[in-house]
């Protein structure tokens, strides 16, 4: 459910933007309302099956290899942000390119779609008792159901928890959200191709590697050795795969801004 009122919000907001056209370079959206309805079928196939191979291949832990259909059973859970807007990228750029067009002024009517997404998602996450944070004994740490979740060596009685869901929906959705929308009117951003869109790669990518510290390690890649469930360590000090996967955004997005705001208005 939260897919789909994220995806509907989302169309919303592309129908609003793109119907405001001196919100745009030139005074020309990237795209028109008919355009927009077809470019919706590609974007939910490329979240659907970008997100499910993402997880699959990024934190899957070689299950694939083993079991070739594991890939199709969607049912059984396991989708990736990063995976899905790999998805959403390719989908995008083959739309945009058989119809001629602007890429950079696409992605960046996408980016302002996607963080009431992001948003509900995270908050699905929270309601469902899922990817919740490590221990703590902060006032506001919760305390979710199931023995995984209490599995807390060194605690005795109820664990707490980071509600790291919520630091995620607060992060990538209501203020990464609110920030794009303020360089939209208040700096008419829309009127610099590529800078929306690096703003978002950028943020999420910064707001995904901050919260990662405050969020529970993935279990297929958690071992006596390394209960942090690093991918990629130097001793004691090591980055998670949210954490790897989320570096090279912040990279991409910084330069995708610089482009921008290097190319003449």
């Known amino acids: 459910l939260a897919y789909i009122a994220g995806i509907l919000i989302g169309y919303w907001i592309l129908r609003r933007i793109t119907g405001r056209p001196r919100l745009w370079k030139d005074d020309s959206p990237a795209l028109d309302r008919k355009r927009l309805d077809d470019l919706m079928v590609w974007l939910i196939l490329g979240i659907v099956l970008g997100g499910r191979l993402g997880y699959v291949l990024f934190y899957g832990g070689g299950q694939f290899l083993r079991d070739p259909l594991s890939i199709l059973r969607v049912w059984e859970g396991g989708m990736s942000f990063h995976g899905g807007l790999l998805g959403v990228a390719v989908a995008a750029a083959v739309f945009g390119l058989r119809h001629n067009l602007p890429l950079t002024g696409l992605a960046d009517g996408l980016a302002l779609a ?36 209490q599995d807390c060596p ?18 990538e959705g209501l203020l990464l959200g609110a920030i794009l929308l303020w360089l939209v009117h208040a700096r008419c951003w829309l009127k610099r191709p590529g800078a929306i869109v690096g703003v978002f790669i950028a ?7 901050a919260v990662e510290f405050f969020r529970q390690a993935d279990a297929q890649f958690v071992t006596a050795g390394n209960p942090e469930g690093h991918v990629v360590s130097a001793g004691p000090v090591g980055v998670t795969m949210g954490q790897l996967l989320s570096l090279p955004m912040v990279a991409l997005g910084l330069l995708v801004l610089f482009l921008a705001f290097r190319s003449r208005q």
């Open 154 to 171: 060194g605690i005795e009685g109820a664990c707490a928890r980071h509600p790291s869901q919520i630091y995620e929906a607060g992060l």
């Open 203 to 209: 943020g999420y990518g910064a707001s995904r590697f």
């Open 114 to 149: 996607a963080p009431p997404g992001l948003f509900l998602g995270r908050i699905a996450n929270f309601i469902n008792a899922e990817l919740w944070g490590k221990p703590t004994d902060l006032p506001w740490g919760v305390i979710f159901p199931g023995s995984a979740a």
